[in-house]
């Protein structure tokens, strides 16, 4: 049931999508809300702690769903609930892709609704940060998906607070503070993918390095690094340089 109410959500946020197309223009998200909260404290408080694995993935992947169709003021209230349920299913599963899709569709109603989720950030970053530094994690056909993930739950979190998100980046380079190597390659990783996608630029992101005083050369050559990514990217999508024909 619960895999069915999550493809019922993803197909009323279809349809609302493709309104224009639609032979009922009547329909808005707030026709089918009223349905969803009920729904959800059931699965949520009874099946999110199933004694099965299979059970406890569907659950959580159709809660992230249903979020984006609960009314606003219903979804605000539960996200002090929702997040760390989310989150602490990271340590009971060993497939990690729902929990982190649910964790991604959560984030994105979250950004899109200018909810009040900074006091869930840090622990959000605390959670996700090390699963993405985990070594091979981009290089293993089997967590490769669920990396991309990874990295659109960083992304997601840079749209509505990018200080917050490069400053706890920054600390995790600092070379004094964090001995790990592992960790701090993966944190590259990471920048150079938010200044990819998010458009980051070298001031905002050296003002903050300055501020936690993180090593200038470091910083030179993440830059460098992020800068040869976002041309590699441009180019992949059909944008040329300049100069060339």
């Not at 989310?86 to 340590?91: E, G, I, R, S, T």
């Not at 293993?140 to 993930?149: G, L, S, W, Y």
């Not at 070379?175 to 070298?202: A, E, P, Y």
Request: net charge neutral; proline share 3%.
């Amino acid at each position: 049931m619960g895999v069915a109410f999550g493809h019922w959500c993803d197909a009323v946020l279809s349809y609302l999508a493709n309104l224009d197309k639609a032979s009922d223009k009547s329909i808005s998200l707030e026709t089918f809300s009223s349905e969803v909260f009920p729904a959800y404290e059931i699965m949520f408080n009874t099946w999110m702690t199933s004694g099965e694995s299979k059970v406890r993935l569907a659950t959580v992947q159709a809660i992230g769903n249903m979020c984006a169709v609960m009314p606003q003021e219903q979804f605000e209230a539960q996200l002090p609930r929702i997040i760390p349920g989310v989150l602490a299913l990271y340590k009971k599963e060993k497939n990690h892709l729902p929990i982190t899709q649910a964790l991604t569709m959560v984030l994105s109603v979250g950004v899109k609704n200018g909810s009040q989720m900074e006091s869930q950030i840090t622990n959000v970053l605390n959670t996700i940060h090390p699963l993405a530094c985990q070594p091979g994690i981009f290089e293993q056909p089997e967590h490769v998906k669920n990396a991309n993930e990874l990295l659109r739950c960083f992304e997601i979190i840079g749209y509505l607070f990018s200080d917050m998100l490069i400053s706890y980046l920054l600390l995790r380079l600092d070379i004094v503070k964090q001995k790990n190597v592992t960790i701090r390659s993966g944190t590259i990783n990471i920048i150079r993918h938010l200044v990819t996608r998010l458009g980051m630029s070298h001031s905002h992101i050296h003002t903050l390095s300055r501020h936690h005083s993180l090593n200038y050369s470091l910083y030179n050559s993440i830059f460098d690094r992020c800068q040869v990514d976002r041309v590699e990217a441009l180019d992949s999508v059909g944008y040329q340089a300049f100069g060339r024909e």
